[in-house]
């Protein structure tokens, strides 16, 4: 499920991630209880919990204890909300990191922080990169991880790139983890019962695997490592480590460049 931000009212949704909307007067008898801010943690909730498919003004109203009609007075609609979600989300992020061992380390923890991010909103990787939200959170990201790589001393025309291909790997790499965590649930079967079945078939219709595929074989021995932590299943560990394996080889590049 792909959600593409930016396509409720453009000046209405602008003003709310920005905070230009104009207060409403005051008006005489008790205070609402309802406000963009309560409404957008609401929807964070919902999302968190349920995923982005059971989001809908009318189950952050029933999490509020009202109407989903109680809520368009702060919020048009659905679309400007999610819009409005991404963008508070984000905010959870450091926007400063150490940089006295230099930009690597502080690109790593960026990198770090921003997956385990993306693993406790899973639904936030479903909103679409084709068109950004615009917030001042989505440019406070940006603004940070671009402030770590401009120590690189990378011309402007090449850190775009080395930006954009950090993204990538992250978003890549969480949105693994999240899958992991979400199949069991999904599709009622562990990873472990899933794979003890299909591998054992996989031997039997194509006994000669490793002779027509001897390159994904070699490739396959490489995984042959003990896990690190029971807890953890052995999936997300492999993702963990694929993740390492590929950060560092995107910022040895960006060393070299």
């Known amino acids: 499920m ?10 209405r949704t602008m003003a709310l991630l920005w905070g230009t909307e104009e207060r409403k007067e005051a008006r005489p008898g008790p205070k609402p209880g309802l406000s963009v801010g309560v409404i957008v943690a609401a ?19 029933e999490r509020l204890g009202r109407t989903a009609m109680a809520l368009y007075t702060y919020v048009p609609g659905k679309t400007e909300l999610v819009d ?14 150490p940089v006295q061992e230099g930009w690597r380390s502080a690109a790593v923890a960026w990198a770090h922080d921003l997956r385990e991010f993306f693993v ?12 950004p939200v615009l917030g001042p ?20 025309e090449r850190l775009r790139g080395v930006v954009a291909a950090l993204m990538d790997v992250v978003r890549g790499a969480a949105r693994t983890v999240a899958e992991t965590r979400q199949a069991p649930s999904a ?24 002779g027509r595929f001897p390159s ?20 997300e ?13 995107l910022l040895d590049g960006v060393t070299a460049r």
Do not use: C, K
């Open 84 to 97: 409005l979600m991404y963008d508070r989300a984000l905010g959870e992020l450091p926007t400063s990191y």
């Open 43 to 61: 929807g964070i909730e919902v999302a968190d919990a349920e995923g982005m498919a059971a989001l809908s003004m009318r189950a952050v109203g």
């Open 216 to 235: 994904v074989s070699w490739l396959e021995r490489g995984d042959a490592v003990p896990t690190e932590d029971g807890d953890v299943p052995y999936l």
């Open 137 to 156: 959170n989505e440019f406070a990201m940006i603004d940070t991880v671009t402030g770590i790589l401009r120590g690189t001393g990378l011309p402007p």
């Open 237 to 249: 560990q492999v993702a963990r480590r694929t993740f390492a394996t590929s950060l560092g080889t």
């Open 120 to 131: 406790r909103h899973p639904w936030v990787l479903q909103v679409s990169q084709a068109r």
């Open 2 to 11: 792909t959600v593409y931000a930016g396509q409720g009212d453009a000046r």
């Open 187 to 210: 599709t009622g079967v562990s990873d472990e019962e899933w794979w003890r079945a299909r591998s054992a078939l996989l031997l039997e219709v194509a006994p000669d695997f490793a």
